[in-house]
């Protein structure tokens, strides 16, 4: 008969391990997760392998053990926990109890002195015992019956000793391994052991005499002076370094067998909801004792069946029949109706290219075939549509109704009656997350696993969306973003849809001429870099260019990699001003990026009707700004005029129009004006003074018509660095001077303008109390990192508690504006439409006929949006493309 087995987790030192082998992990909470993480895969691992009949886990206590009491030093000068770590302790605990684990702790004792305590006993109850720990001291107790699993390499492999292989690889028994660490010592415990004794040594003279009682009663035989020397200085020291070595195998503890008992259920619905809280989706599926319908169904979700019941919707008379129903209960009325679309993925932006429609009204669930019925009698299928999706007392809640706006709009649909969406809700309650699939927010925050197929997920999904709403919806208000919310974000979709349906024209003939001239320019430039470098060569290696650089030419190397020499953009800025030839390869890198990025790249997107539809993601950044993609037509580097020059492809929609910038000037010094409240940097807006000038003549304490330009160019540098947080490092490294020159012009600005550092520095607080900072608008961006240990990880956090709000604020600024330029201008019917938002910039597309109307529109919604300390000012350009208007 087998025999029975025990596994003893050592709960500090697998957690220790886990944490410093795994990357940083945060859940959604801004909850550290990695050692948690670690700790759950190692200790599946060991269940599966080992089947253990029994597991414990044992931890230290925070109080001092026996040891401490007998040597004031023990441990002495070990790294305090990071907090990082320290959080993880009480989740992990929490994880056992939920495994039916039982975990032994006790005052005094060391977790190490528990685990000789149990693995003793049970082995005389002639019980296989498995130690699963990182500290190589429990190799003390390895034994026929008692195997210690070392994890090495983090937490991806082991190696398992009894005692027969601690004989054939040490050569000495487990208990005489506790001899050689009493004469070795030990760093990490602090214990002292005999000066000058090494672990070679150490093995030596335990594997000749067998013990430090027979080492210091053989001095005389032992060969080497300093060695005998210290033996006889610190023999007593030895002793009592073995003893703090050795673990206690008496303990007083009670051990009942049957409250260990590996349990072959346990609280599978509370792991289960622990596991999607802590964000742990992969690990659920290897939980025996959690089956599939412990996954899918939450025991307060009795309404998640296996497979939700629908109603399929492919013909007309059943469309007609649930459009009236959907008019009779919804319509001014405070039911509500759930909807979801399935888009195809062959053109996103196509008409037609929803496919079905999950629709959920009074726990009722339907699946309108789109594609099938479009097909079938488009004209009446779209009729019926109109009537539900146009008809503004019809309010709706969906996720992610941006791109089901945009294709509507090529449906001819005006969706409206939108009160609520799940995916731009879930970003504002915390932008730091990543991932706002419904199926992802579902888990996060009702922590139901939805389980099925395709069709089944999206029915289920849409069926629960009332309880997404019920719990994002209090976090909306508990955060006072209801109007971030309800007059920024959502109108913000039915905008941006607007800007992607109606995209930017192209000329393809100058994308074309464009193209041939940058091919030329290329040409030109990979030339001139042979001609200074004295051979041809592969430009684009950077095995080949580091050969060239610091080989050949001789510069100074500022970094290695593992392949050799790095010539990244970072080390070329460093070589700048060493060598000509650098500048050069510099520009020739824009110009092969821009050209296989926007001409050949822009080539590719033009739509059939001769425009770019660029996409427009509102839940991608945590400052709140939007990005564009497909193309993103926000990062066209103009630092080079072959770069601005690509601007000049976009052209008006026809003749009869122009394209119009808008501007926001300095927005971001604006808004540190207005948050900072400082009376020197308010009034120099109020005054309409040169800001960059003004600090220059501040900071450099010269007359304003004495600055000169290269004093006005670090005067800016200054101004937008302080609102990135620079220190006197980056600012030296940025204008070429002195730390002690960059330290002495960040703090004279700071003396001319005190409540900027007064704000700076109470933004840091507010972060360090909250862990989040907010805009103008309450948005919120959390900031884990200001809470790190680590230096330079609470530094990033700091830079990002002083900018976020800044940033963030602009971001609500230009959003808002482009809700009330687009409504103004959809009011009064004009032609003229919002076609491109870059960073603090708004492009319109503007009739001739309405081009006064729309530039007083634009300037008083822009400058208008929100009342502040200081003024906003636009700057507005007219041209015949999007260059000429910059």
């Known amino acids: 008969m087998a025999k029975e087995k025990l596994l003893i987790l050592d709960g500090n030192s697998l957690m220790n391990r886990a944490f410093y082998a795994l990357p940083p992990l945060t859940n959604s909470e801004g909850l550290h997760t990695n050692a948690i993480y670690g700790f759950i895969t190692m200790l599946l691992k060991m269940k599966e392998e080992i089947e253990p009949n029994y597991i414990v886990s044992t931890f230290d206590r925070s109080a001092p053990t026996f040891r401490h009491n007998e040597y004031k030093e023990y441990k002495a000068g070990r790294k305090k926990m990071p907090p990082e770590l320290a959080e993880q302790f009480p989740v992990v605990k929490e994880v056992l109890e939920l495994f039916s684990i039982n975990i032994f702790e006790i005052d005094g004792f060391e977790a190490d002195d528990l685990i000789g305590t149990l693995s003793t006993f049970l082995e005389k109850k002639d019980i296989e015992v498995y130690i699963v720990t990182g500290d190589r001291d429990a190799l003390q107790l390895a034994s026929d019956n008692i195997k210690v699993v070392i994890t090495k390499k983090g937490i991806t492999e082991k190696e398992i000793y009894d005692g027969k292989r601690m004989i054939e690889e040490y050569g000495v028994t487990s208990e005489q391994f506790i001899d050689v ?45 300093k060695i005998k020397e210290n033996l006889l200085q610190y023999s007593e020291q030895a002793i009592f370094s073995k003893k703090l070595a050795t673990i206690m195998k008496d303990v007083p503890i009670e051990i009942d067998f049957d409250s260990i008992k590996s349990k072959e259920k346990y609280n599978a619905e509370e792991l289960r909801k622990l596991f999607i809280k802590l964000q742990f989706k992969s690990l659920i599926d290897k939980i025996q004792g959690v089956s599939q319908e412990d996954i899918n169904i939450g025991s307060e979700n009795s309404e998640m069946e296996k497979d939700a019941n629908f109603k399929n919707i492919n013909d007309l008379s059943d469309l007609k029949v649930l459009t009236e129903e959907i008019l009779s209960q919804c319509k001014n009325k405070d039911e509500i109706l759930y909807v979801n679309f399935k888009i195809m993925n062959a053109n996103i932006y196509s008409k037609n290219c929803i496919e079905k429609i999950f629709i ?4 009722n669930n339907y ?31 969906s996720h992610d109704i941006k791109i089901p706006y945009t294709i509507f709009c090529k449906m001819g649909i005006d969706f409206r009656g939108i009160k609520f969406d799940t995916k731009i ?7 730091s997350r990543g991932k706002y699939e419904l199926e992802d927010i579902i888990e996060s925050y009702l922590q139901i696993l939805i ?9 289920k999904e849409t069926a629960i969306l009332n309880k997404v709403y019920e719990c994002l919806e209090p ?14 974000e959502l109108p913000l979709t039915e905008v941006l849809a607007g800007i992607e349906y109606e995209g930017f024209k192209v000329d393809t003939e100058k994308l074309m001429e464009l193209g041939e001239k940058f091919k030329i320019e290329i040409d030109n430039m990979q030339k001139e870099i042979y001609e200074i470098s004295g051979e041809e060569f592969n430009i684009n290696s950077p095995k080949q260019l580091g050969k060239i650089l610091f080989e050949k030419l001789d510069l100074p190397v500022i970094k290695k990699t593992k392949t050799g020499y790095s010539t990244n953009a970072e080390v070329l800025e460093e070589l700048s001003d060493k060598h000509p030839v650098i500048e050069k390869i510099m520009y020739y890198r824009q110009l092969t990026k821009l050209h296989s990025t926007y001409i050949e790249g822009l080539k590719a997107v033009v739509d059939e009707d001769g425009k770019i539809h660029s996409s427009f993601n509102q839940t991608v950044t945590t400052t709140g700004r939007l990005s564009s993609t497909e193309p993103n037509l926000q990062n066209i580097p103009i630092k080079y005029e072959m770069g601005r020059e690509i601007r000049k492809v976009f052209i008006p929609e026809n003749d009869n129009s122009v394209i119009l910038s808008a501007d926001y000037s300095q927005i971001e010094l604006r808004v540190l004006a207005h948050m900072a409240d400082d009376e020197n940097l308010i009034d120099a807006f109020i005054n309409h003074s040169d800001i960059h000038t003004k600090t220059a ?58 409540g900027v550092k007064e ?34 990880v609470r530094s990033f956090g700091e830079r990002l508690a002083m900018n976020t709000p800044i940033q963030g604020s602009a971001a609500d600024i230009i959003k808002l504006a482009m809700v009330n330029v687009y409504n103004e201008l959809k009011d009064r019917k004009l032609k003229s439409k919002l076609i491109l938002q870059v960073h603090d910039e708004l492009i319109l597309n503007v009739y001739n006929d309405e081009l006064e109307e729309v530039k007083d529109i634009v300037k008083k919604e822009m400058e208008e949006v929100l009342d502040l300390r200081v003024p906003l000012e636009v700057d507005i350009n007219i041209g015949k493309n999007w260059y000429e208007a910059k």
């Open 425 to 431: 809700a879930a970003y504002l309650i915390d932008s």
């Open 367 to 397: 699946v309108v075939e789109l594609k099938l019925l479009m097909d079938g009698d488009e004209s009446e299928t779209l009729r019926l549509l109109k009537e539900i999706f146009e008809d503004q007392d019809i309010q709706k809640i």
């Open 697 to 754: 003549s501040e900071v450099f304490n010269v007359p304003i018509n004495e600055v000169t330009s290269i004093q006005r160019s670090n005067a800016k540098a200054v101004n937008f660095g302080i609102v990135y947080g620079i220190g006197d490092f980056s600012l030296a490294k940025d204008l070429k001077i002195s730390r002690k020159e960059a330290k002495n012009y960040i703090d004279t600005y700071f003396e001319r303008y005190p």
């Open 181 to 225: 660490k009493g004469l070795m010592g030990d760093s990490s415990d602090n214990i002292p052991g005999v000066p000058g004794i090494g672990e070679k040594t150490a093995f030596k003279l335990i594997k000749e005499y067998g013990s430090i009682e027979n080492v210091l009663n053989n001095i005389d035989n032992i060969s080497g002076k």
């Open 451 to 459: 389980n099925g197929d395709e069709l089944q997920k999206q029915i």
């Open 475 to 488: 976090s909306i208000r508990e955060a006072y973003m209801e109007e971030l919310l309800y007059k920024v």
């Open 759 to 792: 704000y700076l520095d109470g933004a840091i607080e507010q972060a360090k109390e909250k862990l989040y900072v907010t805009t103008v608008m309450n948005r919120r961006r959390f900031i884990p990192e200001i809470k790190a240990s680590n230096k330079m």
């Open 360 to 363: 959920s009204i009074r726990e």
